[in-house]
């Protein structure tokens, strides 16, 4: 079952700071965050555990609340590059993930 | 090469023809994916190998479409009798486990853009 990714769309300055949400309704193994830019591959960011952990580097996090099977990425002084397609992954243990629809992130000088 | 390569990179077919997408994953990953990228969208699950076993084909749209990987390195992804709704571009991605074990971490070809007239 694909996660529900929030929002949709979201436009910023350089320097400001966004959250990305990723929720599922089912118990969640692991989630995997990707950024994608256009007309090009997915690329990897983290991969976070159930267990309540929080990733990050540089000035981008997530953490993931096995409660709430919910996961947010944390974007903190948006820089130009991190304009893109996020892709969150949500995966059951033993099984591959299945990507959310995409939250597209611009960056505006 | 360091990353994972898929040939051809755009492919334009007419209604009809049978198409043929390689991936070249990074050598000795033991898992390869194949997924379907609509525009817009996210991309979705087709199949999976571990080696040269397909050990998950149910993302698989309809049995036009076939993948194999003979030898547990190179990949295939065959669509025969395309039509208009294949267009789409096909992501190929490797990883050095299984997936599921949570540190599955897959690294994605650069994909092939096929367009079906």
């Known amino acids: 079952q694909q996660p529900v990714q929030s929002p949709q769309a979201v436009i910023l300055r350089e320097g400001e700071d966004a959250v990305i949400n990723c929720s599922s309704s089912k118990a969640l193994y692991s989630v995997h965050w990707y950024r994608q830019k256009h007309g090009e591959a997915p690329v990897f960011l983290m991969i976070l555990l159930k267990g309540g952990e929080q990733k990050g580097h540089d000035k981008i996090s997530a953490s993931f609340n096995e409660k709430k099977q919910q996961s947010s990425l944390y974007l903190t002084a948006s820089q130009l590059s991190y304009s893109g397609t996020y892709f969150c992954g949500t995966a059951l243990y033993g099984q591959n993930f299945v990507f959310g629809p995409g939250t597209r992130l611009s960056v505006l000088p | 090469g360091a990353g994972v390569s898929q040939s051809p990179r755009y492919k334009v077919a007419k209604r009809g023809q049978d198409v043929a997408l390689r991936c070249d994953p990074i050598?000795?990953?033991?898992?390869l994916f194949w997924y379907q990228q609509a525009l817009g969208q996210g991309p979705e699950f087709l199949t999976y190998f571990q080696n040269e076993a397909q050990l998950d084909k149910s993302g698989l749209p309809s049995d036009r479409f076939f993948a194999e990987r003979p030898e547990g390195s190179v990949s295939t992804l065959k669509i025969q009798r395309t039509q208009q709704e294949d267009s789409a571009v096909y992501l190929c991605?490797?990883?050095?486990?299984?997936?599921?074990?949570?540190?599955?971490?897959?690294?994605f070809g650069p994909g092939t853009r096929l367009t079906v007239l």
């Open positions: 991605a490797s990883s050095p486990t299984r997936p599921g074990q949570g540190t599955d971490t897959q690294y």
């Open positions: 050598s000795g990953h033991v898992s």
